[in-house]
């Protein structure tokens, strides 16, 4: 088959564009900024280091419409190519049209080009030539050995990766101005029940094998470090003010998707998760006070230094 063709999509891995465009702004908000900033420091030291100097060459892995280059390529060092790679090719006309016209933090050109490729064939070919590796909102639909083919293929290239956004399975509702999580049962109860149902459903496989969910960015980070990168992780949550449209259109879609995903996966369930939908529905109001915290984890990882 011909690396760019590829068979039908998994279902549970085809992302609506109005999502990815909901969450763009929270996304924005969350990303840890260290880490960014750790890589645009890394990536000039690698350009000073290399003559003449170079073109940098970064990848987005599932790129979606290109909210990852959007958001990186004024923050890191000129002058760039991208290649943005998804499975969707209408999610990647979009990142297209999107990111022209991007300029690097120091004003220098970004070239982007897209690859319609099927992610469960990544190899060290994929990334042959990259400095920077890059992934957003991706980790989580993947399995153990397609982290173990990441790794590999990153210490093939000796690039460091950047990989944001990747959900830790933990999420709380905290309540009223004050923002504490003091709460009356039975919603935490509830909570909890949905959060296992929806952690649980996360793991079925997604087209990339038996999915890591929450577990994901530790498990790159050890993976990672058997290879002799350094890594860092740090905490990148959204915290949705419940009172704000844009947040609690954002949350109510949240909400929604749970309930789907923890009532597919405890149907015994359903009447209790159908109510508690009803309940933490009622509070994304603009008179309401309350806070939705989803937790992410940012990675940034670099190569061992080449000792001659
Ligand atoms: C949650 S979206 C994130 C998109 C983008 N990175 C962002 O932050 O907005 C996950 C992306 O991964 C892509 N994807 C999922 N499974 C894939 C696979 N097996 N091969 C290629 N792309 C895949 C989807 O099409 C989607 O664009």
Redesign the pocket.
Known sequence: MNPNE?AQ??PD???DAS??AL??AA?GAARAPELEARAAEWLRQRQATTAPPQRLRLI?????????PRHLAPRLPGPQDWTL????SG?LARARAACAGLRAADGGAVGVSTRS????RLDAGTLAGADLVC????LD?VDAAWLERLADACAAARCALLV??SVDGSWRFLSGAATTAAEAPPTAADDDLVRAAFNAHQRRD???GAALGPDAAPALAACLEQRGFEVRLAASPWRLRLAEPADAALARALIDGWRDAARAQRPDAAARITAWHARRTAECVPHGGGTLEVGHIDLFATPPRVVR
Do not use: E, M, V
């Open positions: 590829h999509p998994h891995a085809c992302f999502w990815l969450r763009r996304d987005d892995l599932g790129s979606g419409s290109g909210a990852n790679i998804d499975h969707d999610l490729q099927d992610l469960a992934a957003s909102a991706l639909l944001t956004l997604k087209g990339l």
